[in-house]
């Protein structure tokens, strides 16, 4: 699961540099693999770890025939775009757009077999899950406190560009700069609305044996968005709209060194796809 980690990464990072590491991703996005979590947060049984393989490896299935060919294109056309003198606001919404539709499906996938699972957790086991959530929602809140007071944010989005490209330049640590002090810091915002989320996710957990549960997941599942508000959402679009800016400007301050050092991890990338989609029987 690495490598489709990293390809996400990868991709997200040209949507919104926000994240800026697959443990961030991870968190923003953590409210619908909350069943998938249950592994780690809760004590099963024999029947329902059972229950946790079967729907795992029918979702990594799923995931490798029908996102993994998608992945491997768009690296072929991020590869390309790279390459580019220039690239455009238009194409990092082509980008965005792919991304939203594939992450969309996931949730959808992810909705009757968290259904099943959380359906067979008892009083305890539900007890469990939620203060784990809780603890782990806590501890992001103090991290994001020390982010901002360390600019942390700033020094990700410099780790992430060393990664994939190789030392900034002089220009380009400027760039990421100004992105850093002219956009508002979206992460306090996120762990509020995981809060709100996980009120929302208690509620339905409560009335897990009843008829109307799958409907109560699919909808926190689906419309997390509801939670957030107005104030959030119009921050969070400020935020994307300068992340994309930034992310312009670096494509276009990239030396021909740069350039070719983030082919070269594309096309890694491809190949790890490529081995791990054929471990599923599934040619890319």
């Known amino acids: 699961m690495r490598a489709v980690i990293s390809v996400v990464f990868l991709i997200f990072l040209v949507l919104s540099v ?16 909350i069943s998938w979590q249950a592994g780690r947060f809760v004590d099963l049984t024999d029947e329902q770890d059972a229950v946790l393989r079967e729907e ?30 220039t690239i455009s606001p238009e194409r990092i919404d082509y980008f965005q757009k792919h991304m939203e539709g594939y992450w969309l499906e996931i949730r959808q996938q992810l909705i009757a077999p968290s259904v099943r699972l959380l359906s067979m957790l008892d009083d305890e086991q539900v007890a469990q899950l939620l203060t784990k959530l809780t603890e782990n929602r806590e501890e992001r ?17 410099l780790r992430s560009l060393r990664r994939y490209a190789g030392r900034p330049s002089a220009e380009q640590q400027q760039i990421v700069a100004t992105w850093h002090a002219e956009t508002p810091d979206v992460q306090t915002d996120w762990i ?32 997390p968005e ?20 930034m992310l312009i400007e670096l494509h276009n301050s990239l030396s021909n060194r740069q350039t070719t050092r983030v082919w070269q991890r594309i096309t890694r990338l491809q190949r790890d796809l490529a081995a791990m989609a054929k471990q599923r029987d599934v040619e890319l």
């Open 18 to 33: 926000t994240s800026c590491s697959s443990r961030q991703l991870g968190y923003r996005y953590a409210e619908t693999l």
């Open 56 to 85: 795992t490896n029918l979702f990594l299935q799923w995931h490798a025939e029908q996102h993994m060919p998608h992945y491997h294109q768009l690296l072929s056309e991020l590869a390309t775009d790279i390459r580019a003198t």
């Open 141 to 157: 809140a103090e991290e994001a406190v020390e982010a901002t007071n360390k600019d942390q944010r700033q020094e990700r989005v």
């Open 192 to 223: 509020a609305y995981q809060g709100r989320w996980q009120d929302a996710f208690t509620e339905a957990l409560a009335a897990r044996h009843s008829t109307d549960f799958a409907k109560q997941l699919s909808d926190l599942f689906l419309h």
């Open 226 to 245: 509801q939670f957030r508000g107005a104030a959030m959402a119009a921050t969070l679009e400020d935020s994307n709209q300068a992340s994309k800016a």
